[in-house]
């Protein structure tokens, strides 16, 4: 039986490789590697149509929409997304105070969140009295936010990654999360 001090003993590279290794014992169903695999081209695929029919779109929208628009549910539209801004920041408290890994997704949403509210009320005040206001806004409050936001959640996905990859985050710091494979991908090799 191996214990920890045995395990101490060991390189970080020689844990990383028992700890792969354990994984494969832990999960040798040869179709995990396929699925992995399928669901990565899937997901490319998706991304280069969704890009495809977005470029698309955008060129539809740039010779057809209207200079100016009116909108009925304007005040609706506002309310309802500083209402999913603060289930955001409501969700991601949460989640911090929890310990819980969907910290991640929700620092990532609510960042998102932000970047948008940002770009909105400057684009929707330009020319107009508050612009200022919304330009300083966006530069002083959200997109520092967002920003806090972004790197807290890349921290954190580099912590996982070398927890998952090494087992512990002693004496070597996290593998860039460009070369870091997908978790449970064993054919995945670091480019």
Known sequence: ????????????????????????????????????????????????????????????????????????YWRLAWV???????????????????????VIACLLVTGTLLCCDAWFDVMLDLGTSGQWV???????IELPIAFLMFAAARRLIRLSALVAVSGSAAGEPPPSLWRTALVGDRAAKPR
Not at 80 to 102: E, H, K, P, S, Y
Not at 134 to 140: D, G, K, N, T
């Open 1 to 72: 039986m191996i214990n920890e001090a045995d395990l101490r003993e060991l390189s970080a590279a020689q844990r990383r490789q028992l700890a792969r290794s354990l994984a494969v014992i832990d999960y040798p169903d040869p179709l995990l590697e396929v699925t992995l695999a399928r669901g990565r081209k899937l997901g490319a695929l998706f991304s280069i149509v969704a890009c495809t029919v977005l470029v698309g779109w955008i060129i539809v929208l740039l010779f057809t929409l209207h200079r100016s628009f009116h909108a009925h």
């Open 80 to 102: 309802g997304f500083d209402v999913v801004l603060l289930f955001g920041f409501a969700a991601t408290g949460w989640a911090f105070w929890r310990g819980r890994q969907i």
């Open 134 to 140: 919304s330009i300083a806004s966006a530069l002083v």
